[in-house]
């Protein structure tokens, strides 16, 4: 499956000494300079005006000559690609990779160190990278910063959030670049392990939106050997900077040429449909590397999950987190576990129930009693069960249910020891035919002083896919640092957090209902999300009247999300008997579909609103979900995306009249309807509500 | 396995507050006692004369109350014990363990938090060390540093090596304390990665000696969990004091209550043969922790090694060492690759020929083309053989000859790597039938920041053997921080480098002819050193006119080494040819036996000289070898060690009369002698040399 397919390859090669580059539409143009002695510049111009103003380029090494100026341009060329692939899984069957390209080839004087700049300019954006050739004068070298700068022409509306080296579980907040700081935000909030630079450094993917509407997002992809890119803003000049998340010692990235940084992306549009909707991250990615796909499935699965956030169980057998060293046999069962063998059949037999694919549990195995907030370095060994769990017994009886077991692996941050037990952790999973891992980073890393977005934790995230790839094992990261394409080169890196999901509802202030309109905007960009919608007993006072949580959407948006936030891998989240309550909404959860053939983003604007019509893989199904934020919305929908001549029966899964997120969340109507492509269909939602609607064809 | 055997075990338990404990001999005495506000301190004496004056101890904690001082004693406990065991390899059939406890039990009064220092009082030196008891005030902690000194009474000459935190591969410096500096040393010296922290800082075991013939060690035991201890020395005022090598965020250790510290250890005898002869660092250790040691068997074996160390073959497949990340298929053989399966064939040849049981290839697999010297993470995979190497062909043939292949893996200080890819390393070695693998760790450490002797460090080594154990390999680690009796629990680390072995006289300045008589005094406490004896090709002129390296030793020095360097696992390093031309020295090599019944230091000082006898394993043979420094050296031995009444066959392989290390290295001659255990030999040791004799009994 290395190489999956190719419609048309046009391939052009311009030896003219181009300094500039245009869309394959003209609209977007990038101009490159060396500028004062010899400094990497670029410019950006979107239908003629300046977007991103003068910005320098360069690399900083260790103890070694800056390559950031004293270069004269060798070669200059360009190119035009255009090409289709379809990925093994995706929003759309076919994906179109159509750009054109500048490769500078730089020389720096003094020390005759050569180094490329590549651009790659698409219809939504504009993507550039470093690229250093083999050569004599570079072997091995240190990065110690890169300076790549994005200057806007003004104080653009950010949608950021803190420039975290190790979490990017946080709410988002929406200012002017002017406004960003660091210092001000509450960060009693529910995330563990915090280490943020500084005040005026955010987080890439930044979405931004100019006062005249033009949408701005800087990105990157292809993250791989390198460190995340976060961004440093100067709010008084709108210049923004790439800042790399160190290491232990401060070194950025440990490199041997030939080898390449990763894309530095700006998205640019009027139309903020054309980022949500965008391929540009994965197209600027490898193809596929692996030669079997077969293993490669969509999942839905339920799990021994929420009812640990709701405080009905507990992770831990002994239901302390504080054994203080104490022999996993001696521990004393607290009656409270989760993933116990009876609780895990129960799971299985709604699953199974239900045509669900998958059962999740986490909690299984030793280590629990005393494994978080201590950097302690062996907690977990991946392998031994609590002695209340049987894994023959669960992974047979899930077998004859025709039900698959998800795996999971915390490893408290610390990867070292995670990386000791892989291959027999893998083993395990072979041997009871797991065929997914979700994978959690909870804690300080261990090598003791990385970060979970160095070049060492990017590094180990791509590693395990890999050795999962060699298992035919599908990864699920939690606490890892953001995709940014890497599922397009392996794509059993089936889905990852690596944002704030819809677990902190629970048991924090929560995600407000602007959260999940952002996040397409921002984290998905770089690939599937496992946010685990699809909670409908929405307040926490359920489960104990002294608490005021709850998750800040309406039932209803809960199943919108299952369209709005894509993901091969999609949890329903809550407990079986949430769902045995409502089998009628529950049908929608399990009718959607996790693979499709086409999606037509129909609306879209960060923070407010997002609806999102998708084609069933494979058959003529489809599904909308429209969301808002905390504002009622009203809207009318075309659905000239059906197919010309076919009658659908339309299932509209919407907000109740009087529903609110807050105040009545819960209230939902269902009615059906008969639609044609020439239909149109008025949606009502509630503040924080939703609308999801499936069309099945009538024959 | 996990209970060895007991002979005699007597424990004695006093509630008295007894705050002095005596060695059984009553000999040695230590004192404890709380002085200025609160702080722990002991003296040492010997025959009622100071040895370490009052000297504190403490631990410094990261963020906490340091735990140096406003201690109070709860309790002081003083218990007896005399036991013996049986080490599955080792000088003696079986060990004695016999000495006196006191446990001083604390309470930091601002704090509470409870430590107890525990002292061991052997005939032949103090131990102590420090415990964290499980309690509420103390669960997970950070050592920032540990403060315990040993205040000497004068300026003792010690044999010292820089306190490095990355190597120990040092030759030792023969100076008073008061004349310590590391920056007089000579660093071009062969050794690739250095990491010395100051002037005065030195490596234990710190071997001295009084004016007054006193010797002093000061070494430690059992480290596990915890980083290497050095030595600071106050040169002006003879005091010592514990230096913990830091990790990449210059935190020393990382403790969770209970447990405890390493031991620290101070030997101290008029008589130097008490401390080379000693087995308290062994007993030190925990007994083994493994239910089957059948596997653990003594090798002696011959390998394609020292033939790259001359310069006939290298390591590398494509004869460089700097591919520039060329794929390691595009590899283009150089002719000069020594690990081919040919020349494998030719050394199991040699081997089976010759009866030995083991032969050892490096440079085996891909990797090798780009290794060293570059913090390079992916080196080598441990699985992947060069093309010139035919795994399944060698290890069929070497089956067929009845001979063991030992298995290799350098790992470049990339530790991250090497554990990622362990299971799958001992997998190959399983499926192949290797029973030992050697390793090795040259270059700077990855986890980055970290050192060869740190916390992280120390764990690798020992997980490794932990995990061989799992697979029934052991396990010979080159450039791992030196052992400290690790060996007893788990024996199956069958030997280490850990000091400047044989190699460096290859290509370096070498190893000085004292060097061999101070290794048993400082490294060897720890454990079997693999320091490759047996070059019978003594100058490097030999395969190259321009080289004047040479072995800083005669002949039939590089003999008495297999008896006077104790290892199980003893390799005959030289080439082949350079045996086939002398096969009546070699017959030495043959002969000497790995494992002994009994052992008997006849003589011994440190730097410059030593005779020991071995009685073998279940046989009567013994073998005796001596050896001297860059001095001459004529001495009486009386064979009383011998059966009383039985007759022997002594062949002695001795200095020519005009035998000289550095004029005449390879003139060596043999004798036959029958011996009783009354009779007396003369040995006559040129400069650099020594003798070596087997006794065979006569039927």
Redo the contacts between chains.
């Keep these: 499956m290395k190489h999956i397919f190719s419609i048309i390859l046009v391939f052009t090669l311009s030896v003219i000494q181009a300094q500039s580059v245009k869309s394959p539409s003209s609209a977007l143009e990038v101009n490159f300079k060396l500028v004062n002695n010899g400094q990497p510049s670029y410019t950006v111009n979107f239908n003629g005006k300046p977007v991103v103003l003068e910005s320098t380029l360069g690399i900083k090494l260790k103890e070694r000559t800056a390559l950031d100026s004293n270069f004269e341009i060798i070669t200059s060329k360009s190119a035009t690609f255009n090409e289709s692939w379809k990925p093994v899984l995706g929003q759309k069957a076919i994906i179109e990779n159509q750009y054109n390209e500048l490769t500078i080839a730089l020389n720096q004087k003094v020390t005759n160190v050569k180094m490329n700049i590549i651009f790659k300019v698409y219809n939504e954006g504009v993507a550039f990278r470093y690229e250093f050739p ?1 050569q004599e004068k570079l ?2 070298f240190i990065i110690s910063d890169e300076v790549s700068q994005f200057n806007l022409t003004e104080d653009y509306k950010a949608f950021w959030i803190p420039g975290d080296f190790d979490s990017n579980e946080y709410v988002y907040n929406e200012t002017k670049l002017s406004s960003i700081d660091n210092t001000k935000l509450n960060l009693n909030n529910g995330i563990g392990v915090k280490s943020i630079p500084g005040k005026y450094t955010v987080q890439a993917p930044l979405m931004m939106k100019s006062a005249s509407g033009l949408y701005v997002n800087i990105f990157e992809a292809a993250v791989v050997n390198y460190p995340v890119m976060h961004l440093n803003v100067d709010g008084v000049n709108f210049k923004l900077s790439s800042q790399l998340v160190p ?3 401060g ?1 950025k990235a ?1 490199l ?4 390449v940084s990763p894309w530095r992306t700006i998205m640019i549009s009027n139309d903020a449909r054309d980022i949500v909707g965008s391929s540009m991250i994965l197209n600027l990615n490898e193809p596929c590397k692996l030669d079997d796909v077969s293993y490669i499935k969509p999942m839905k699965y339920v799990g021994i999950w929420w009812e640990m956030h709701v405080g009905l169980s507990t992770w831990d057998y002994a239901g302390s987190q ?1 054994a ?2 104490i022999s996993s046999k001696e521990l004393l069962p607290s009656g409270k576990h989760g993933a116990t063998t009876a609780n895990t059949k129960r799971y299985i037999d709604f699953a199974a129930k239900n045509g669900f694919d998958g059962v999740l549990v986490e909690g299984w195995n030793v280590g629990w009693e005393d494994w978080v907030g ?4 062996e907690v977990f060994d991946f392998t031994t069960p609590y002695p209340d769990f049987n894994l023959a017994e669960v992974t047979a009886y899930a077998k004859e249910k025709n039900v698959k077991m998800i795996m999971h692996h915390e490893t408290s941050g610390s990867v ?1 020891n995670y ?2 037990h ?3 952790a893998f083993d395990l999973m072979k041997k009871y035919d797991y065929p997914a891992v979700k994978s959690g980073y909870v804690g300080k890393i261990i ?4 970060f979970h977005d160095g070049q ?1 934790m990017v ?1 180990h995230f791509n ?1 395990v896919a890999r ?1 999962a790839a060699d298992y035919k094992l599908m990864i699920n990261s939690h606490e890892s640092s953001r995709p940014t394409g890497y599922s397009r080169t392996y794509p059993n890196y089936i889905a990852a957090e690596a944002a704030r999901g819809n677990e902190f509802n629970a048991w924090s202030n929560g995600n407000p209902p602007s959260h999940e309109t952002i996040l397409p905007f921002t984290r998905q960009l770089g690939g599937p999300m496992d946010y685990t919608p699809g909670i409908f007993e929405i307040k926490m006072s359920y489960y104990d009247k002294n608490k005021t949580e709850q998750v800040h959407t309406t039932l209803a948006k809960q199943l919108a999300l299952y369209v709005t936030m894509y993901s091969p891998l999609q949890m329903a989240a809550d407990l079986p008997e949430s769902y045995e309550k409502r089998m009628d909404a529950f049908q929608f959860i399990k009718d959607v579909a996790l693979d499709w053939d086409d999606t037509k983003i129909l609306e879209a604007e960060p923070g407010d609103y997002l609806t999102i019509a998708r084609k069933t893989k494979g058959k003529q199904t489809w599904f909308l979900g429209a969301i808002t934020d905390e504002n009622a919305r009203k809207t009318e929908i075309t659905l000239d995306f059906l197919n010309k001549g076919q009658k659908y029966k339309a299932i509209i899964y919407e907000d109740a009249k009087d529903a609110d997120w807050k105040n009545n969340p819960m209230a939902y109507k269902i009615r059906i309807v008969e639609v044609t492509n020439k239909s149109k269909l008025n949606l009502v939602m509630a503040p924080g509500g939703g609308t999801a609607i499936s069309f099945e064809p009538i024959k």
Tied chains: 1, 2.
């Design positions: 083999k072997n091995y290491n232990a010692i070194d440990y041997q040429a030939p080898c504080n203080q060293n201590n950097w302690k370095e070292a990386e000791r892989l291959d027999r090598p003791r002083g990385e060492t590094n590693f050795r």
